[in-house]
T-cell receptor, first 110, second 114 residues
Framework: SQQGEEDPQALSIQEGENATMNCSYKTSINNLQWYRQNSGRGLVHLILIRSNEREKHSGRLRVTLDTSKKSSSLLITASRAADTASYFCALNSGNTPLVFGKGTRLSVIA | DAGVIQSPRHEVTEMGQEVTLRCKPISGHDYLFWYRQTMMRGLELLIYFNNNVPIDDSGMPEDRFSAKMPNASFSTLKIQPSEPRDSAVYFC????????????FGSGTQLSVL
């Protein structure tokens, strides 16, 4: 089963700026999910986007999916210090369980 | 619902000892997953269950690892004997219908094997 690859590995921005993280993959997917993990905690689901969808929004989060380029992006607008966390993309292909990437570590500086 | 509950939160043990990690999934969820997270390897799937039946245990590192799900509300992951390289954070997650829907994660068990 394939693993998504997040880019960048680490990102540091000022509070109020937008943060963009990308996830690339190699083969077809059923859906792609984004999760957040605060230090020392479990992962929390953010957004699920299916292969026939191109964009989804949830509050300050915007996820896009380009199946022709096999890539997805997570945009966090007007970032806050509380957004500091690691962000993971996870791929669902066929009947296989979710496979997680290595994540992007986001630091939002107040 | 209280979410996925894992215990213990932290476990420190000596090499060679048996370790048992516990998980209570969200009521009504048919799927349960055990993941292991390390800095080097990221988040790895160890095993998952559907309706209490193990479906895929190909991620279990070796015979020292075993997992059971005796009923819909309880699962264990056992390591016997434990080794220092087993040190990691172990997560349990559950979902309604597998990977087609979102996973709910527990807070994890931080395992340190000395």
């Amino acid at each position: 089963s394939q693993q998504g690859e997040e880019d960048p590995q680490a990102l540091s921005i000022q509070e109020g700026e937008n943060a963009t993280m990308n996830c690339s993959y190699k083969t077809s997917i059923n859906n792609l999910q984004w999760y957040r993990q605060n230090s020392g905690r479990g992962l929390v689901h953010l957004i699920l986007i299916r292969s026939n969808e191109r964009e989804k929004h949830s509050g300050r989060l915007r996820v896009t999916l380009d199946t022709s380029k096999k890539s997805s992006s997570l945009l966090i607008t007007a970032s806050r210090a509380a957004d500091t966390a690691s962000y993971f993309c996870a791929l669902n292909s066929g009947n296989t369980p979710l496979v997680f990437g290595k994540g992007t570590r986001l630091s939002v500086i107040a | 619902d209280a979410g996925v509950i894992q215990s213990p939160r932290h476990e420190v043990t000596e090499m060679g000892q048996e370790v048992t990690l516990r998980c209570k999934p969200i009521s009504g969820h048919d799927y349960l997953f055990w993941y292991r997270q390390t800095m080097m390897r990221g988040l790895e799937l160890l095993i998952y269950f559907n309706n209490n039946v193990p479906i895929d245990d190909s991620g279990m590192p070796e015979d020292r690892f075993s997992a059971k799900m005796p009923n819909a509300s309880f699962s264990t992951l056992k390591i016997q004997p434990s080794e220092p390289r087993d040190s990691a954070v172990y997560f349990c997650a559950s979902s309604l219908s597998g990977s087609n829907e979102k996973l709910f994660f527990g807070s994890g068990t931080q395992l340190s094997v000395l």
